[in-house]
């Protein structure tokens, strides 16, 4: 018999995609799959679907919780999860065919830790269809997929810290996660800071180029929303990161405080997408966000860490906060007409 993998699935209201997430985790060709669905406080159809997937599906557990996010839903998962290997899918999101059975012969030819593939964007069914295939179409049409070892290290400096932030699309050895918990609370950001606190316990990774996750371009999900005071997550979280990182390597004190930088860059843009009033009532949002940035811009080093065109938005917004966010709101604009 091969090892048990549970997967875990926090839904919040996930009525409209729910049963097709797990369809792509049944379907898969790895067939020792223990699959927590844990219920987050969904007031919507979600629990009635809950109820006839798990008895549709034998290996299928729901877990009802109140409404505490997503982070204690996947704690939750975590408590009760049986399996020898740990995997995590948001709810509107899908595995394409083959990925579970990749990443578990992945950690078991490289004897690695945690083994991760990189991910592909669907929006439609028609895109998810296309994407999806068949297991053998995939590997006649796709190019071959490259495998990159890490220790802890390097996986922090030549992965993490370069934007593989996400908990989802991995699977991890259930002994590697031990005792560490994604941070109550936070609902952006959250996946990163728990990669971070796992990595210390690293031996060895591997990530594949393969793109083996769905990750569903949800207009309704939290990255796509308007502001919300939510949204300064990302911000505490790589600040947290960041005190945990340098305990690990001083030397990346550098690449995380640009990524600090960056994560207050995408809050400003979402503050400055918000009507009149809006941007009043979060004035101290904005101005909490400008001493953030004016008391890193002054560090030279970091500039070579951010995206293209970052180092000009750091600048501008660190010397004149106001015309910033009304050109940013003007360029967002025309793009709209265009």
């Not at 394409?96 to 991910?119: H, I, K, V, W």
Request: with cysteine.
């Amino acid at each position: 018999m091969k090892d048990l993998i549970s997967v875990i699935v926090p839904v919040h209201n996930g009525e409209a995609y729910l049963e097709k997430c797990i369809e792509s985790i049944v379907t898969q060709d790895y067939e020792e799959l223990e699959i927590l669905v844990i219920n987050d406080g969904s007031t919507d159809a979600t629990a009635e679907i809950c109820s006839r997937l798990s008895g549709q599906y034998e290996n299928l557990q729901v877990i009802e919780m109140p409404d505490l996010g997503v982070s204690m839903a996947r704690n939750r998962g975590l408590e009760q999860a049986k399996g020898d290997y740990i995997t995590f899918v948001d709810a509107d999101d899908r595995m394409r065919p083959g990925m579970l059975r990749r990443l578990y012969e992945m950690l078991q030819e490289t004897n690695s830790d945690m083994a991760g593939c990189r991910f592909v964007v669907w929006g439609t069914e028609g895109e998810w269809e296309q994407l999806a295939g068949t297991e053998a179409s995939q590997e006649r049409t796709e190019p071959m997929s490259e495998m990159t070892y890490y220790d802890s290290g390097s996986y922090l400096k030549e992965s993490l810290l370069r934007g593989n932030t996400r908990c989802w699309s991995k699977l991890y050895k259930r002994r590697l996660i031990r005792q560490v918990r994604f941070r109550q609370g936070l609902s952006v950001g959250e996946d990163m800071l728990f990669l971070v606190e796992l990595l210390p316990h690293v031996e060895r990774a591997v990530e594949t180029t393969w793109p083996g996750y769905g990750y569903y371009q949800n207009l309704g999900g939290v990255m796509q929303r308007p502001f919300t005071p939510a949204y300064m997550d990302q911000i505490y979280c790589w600040e947290m990161a960041r005190e945990l990182i340098v305990k690990q390597e001083e030397s990346l004190a550098v690449q995380a405080d640009a990524q600090i930088m960056v994560a207050v860059m995408l809050t400003v843009g979402k503050i400055a997408l918000l009507s009149g009033t809006e941007r009043k009532r979060a004035g101290e949002y904005l101005r909490v966000c400008h001493r953030k940035l004016t008391a890193l811009a002054g560090k030279r080093a970091c500039y070579s860490f951010l995206p293209s065109g970052y180092g000009i938005k750091v600048r501008m917004f660190a010397l004149w906060p106001g015309l910033y966010v009304w050109l940013y709101r003007l360029q967002k604009k025309q793009k709209r007409e265009d």
